[in-house]
């Protein structure tokens, strides 16, 4: 008899808790619902399925943001093989003839499949992709849209500059240029079934600075802010749609890696982005796409220089800034262990410089004007 009761009330401890067992995350049952109210959109990751398929299947589902403008939110990870490097944000903005890819994705396969999920939603093509930044998680497709939709690509001249080893001045191929692109991270990373296919294309266009265009309908800012997440990157403002699209210079929900980037470059990212007028921005990595967006990485970015400094104003041997500037309100934050101690030495390394040189510090404002 008294087992009896134990096992019941084992059974009924157990019914109880099981919304906080299994409630870790929202669950969000009709992902392409949420949109324009001001509330954050939480989009719910689902698991691509694996296995034999001849092509990996990236399971995409479009999220609107604004009345013109879609995103495919990827994890919240580093790019594995098990996430075929859907690990970051891209969009479609949607004009009067033709869709606009902001960022590509991980590979021709992601963009494929992206590109069909939205002739779901309109069927156009794709004649104009717009690329923020270097990071090969964000523009591994564009030689699907250039080989299948003829588009033109807009872009950082980085990207041909450092991987295809394009003149650094004239941004055009010389007599250096490398024969065979070399292999990214998400090439040798992924399974063959999610990479085949992608090749690094070249972008057909690039700006020395923000330049204001508007393309099949659509009015828009390619902002410059130069050095800041990586060695150039670009946002993109749709002033008509109060959308900002920023990729990597704002993550959320995560802490972002700086590995590439600078502290005082990224402040000023953050900047030009407030100075904006938006009700939606959509980070590179993060779910977050109100308002408070972009509160995350300014706390971040503010709190690593000014703790950063500190450390630096009182002497703490290089060996162990990292302990002492532990940035704790990102403790729980994803990624938190494996990028935070990186950031914080190479900020480290950044702004003891930054401290020594004035000199410095002015030319590389008078670079960003
Ligand atoms: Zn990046």
Known sequence: MKIKIIILLSIVAFVISMPFIFNKSVTITDPHKLDADDNFIVYEWVEPRTGTNKEWDYNLKPVQVSDRVWCFFGAMEMPTKENAGDMSNSCY?????????????????????AHAAMKKIADLPVK??????????HWLGNNYYKETQGAIVYGPKSVNVNYLGYDEHTGKPNEN?????????????????????????????????????????????????????????WFLYLPEDKVVLVADVVMNGR???????????????????????????VPGHGFITDKTADDES??????????????IEEEIHPDFITKHVTLEEFR???????????????????LEMYEGDEEDEKEEEEEKE
């Not at 903005?93 to 499949?113: C, N, T, V």
């Not at 104009?128 to 998680?137: G, L, Q, Y």
């Not at 262990?337 to 990186?342: A, E, I, N």
Request: aromatic share 10%; charged share 25%.
């Open 177 to 233: 240029t490398r024969d065979v692109p070399p292999q990214t991270r998400m090439i040798r990373a992924l399974y063959q079934n999610a990479i085949r296919g992608t090749k690094l294309a070249a972008v057909d266009e690039s700006f020395d600075k923000t330049t204001e265009f508007t393309l099949h309908g659509i009015k828009m800012e390619y902002v410059k802010v130069g050095y800041a997440h990586s060695e150039e990157d």
């Open 128 to 137: 104009t992709v717009i690329v923020s930044h270097e990071h090969d998680d």
């Open 332 to 350: 729980n934050k994803e990624l938190y262990y494996l990028l935070s101690p990186g950031n914080v030495f190479r900020s480290y390394e950044e």
């Open 93 to 113: 903005i949607k004009g009067k003839d033709s869709w606009i890819a902001w960022d590509s994705g991980p590979s021709y396969i992601f963009a494929k499949q």
């Open 255 to 281: 802490v972002t890696s700086n590995r590439d980037g600078i502290v005082v470059g990224q402040l000023n990212a953050l900047k030009a982005i407030k100075a904006r007028d938006w009700n939606h921005l």
């Open 298 to 311: 300014i706390q971040y970015f503010t709190l690593l220089k000014d703790r950063v400094l500190e450390g």
